[in-house]
């Protein structure tokens, strides 16, 4: 952090702000990633500027099936894939899809404002907006001349 | 009885061509047998009830779904487990399908497809004389 650039030819540089959140943000977000697991749901995260989405594919789940939870900066999906309805006397010939309980614990680079978390769910597909909380944010300290 | 026409291995990546980036996966399927009706229940989170195809063209049964891309905009990648693309899967039909009785019904990015046999093509009891 304690590194001083001067621009090339004097010149201020007007995307050394961009680039330096730039940084900052990989930094934070470094070494973050999740490993896909047998009989779990396959998830995607997504990264902004102070949030952090996830997604994940839920076929055949409806609402009621899903249970979020977020505490600091944990967040887990848990619930159960429906059984099909067979009606009585099936025989089955392939059976591919999940089934079972699933349950899902993933450490996000950051803490998240619990009241400020967005779940949508359509076409077997959750989406999850998920924000830092305020006072967490890194913020600008203003220097003042004496 | 289904019988999948290529056999491919599940999620496998396909190109489809014309689009550069496309890509296209094998549904996970379900397939089970009850009452002399073959159900199909196969996976495909992403797409919406309106862009799902399924066709039946002799014994040849076609499925497939167009995805919705579904990435949050002004975000970028930080891990991925699962990539979005459609879905197609072909098998073919062993027995005669009542076509006019097939049942086919989407939720929740699964399709569930009923397809009865055909009358003709119940087993038949077939009477010996004793002579």
Do not use: C
Not at chain 2, 93 to 117: C, M, N, T, W, Y
């Amino acid at each position: 952090m304690l590194q001083t650039s001067f621009a090339p030819y004097g010149m201020p540089d007007p995307f050394a702000d961009m680039r330096r959140m730039q940084r900052d943000m990989n930094r934070m977000f470094a070494g973050f990633g999740t490993a896909p697991r047998d009989g779990q749901p396959a998830i995607n995260f997504w990264a902004g500027q102070d949030s952090i989405v996830l997604t994940a594919e839920l076929p055949g789940l409806s609402q009621d099936d899903i249970e979020l939870t977020v505490k600091d900066g944990i967040v887990t999906l848990s619930g159960h894939y429906p059984e099909p309805q067979t009606g009585e006397e099936a025989t089955w010939h392939r059976r591919e899809r999940l089934q079972g309980r699933f349950s899902r614990s993933i450490e996000l680079p950051f803490r998240i404002a619990p009241d400020r978390v967005e779940a949508r769910f359509t076409n077997g597909v959750l989406t999850v907006e998920m924000q830092r909380p305020e006072e967490d944010k890194p913020k600008r300290i203003e220097i003042k001349s004496s | 009885m289904a019988q999948e026409v290529a056999r491919q291995e599940k999620r496998e990546m396909t190109e489809t061509g014309k689009d550069r980036m496309a890509m296209s996966f094998t549904p996970a399927v379900d397939i089970f047998e009850t009452n002399g009706t073959t159900v199909i229940m196969a996976d495909m989170p992403g797409v919406a009830p309106e862009d799902v195809d399924v066709t039946l063209e002799r014994q040849v049964l076609t499925l497939q779904g167009k995805v919705r891309p579904h990435a949050p905009e002004g975000y970028r990648r930080l891990s991925t487990e699962y990539r979005e693309g459609d879905y197609v899967r072909v098998f073919t039909l062993s027995d005669e399908v009542d076509q006019s009785k097939i049942k086919a019904e989407f939720k929740h990015g699964v399709l569930r497809l009923e397809l009865p046999r055909a009358p003709e093509a119940k087993p038949k009891k077939i009477k010996v004389r004793a002579n």
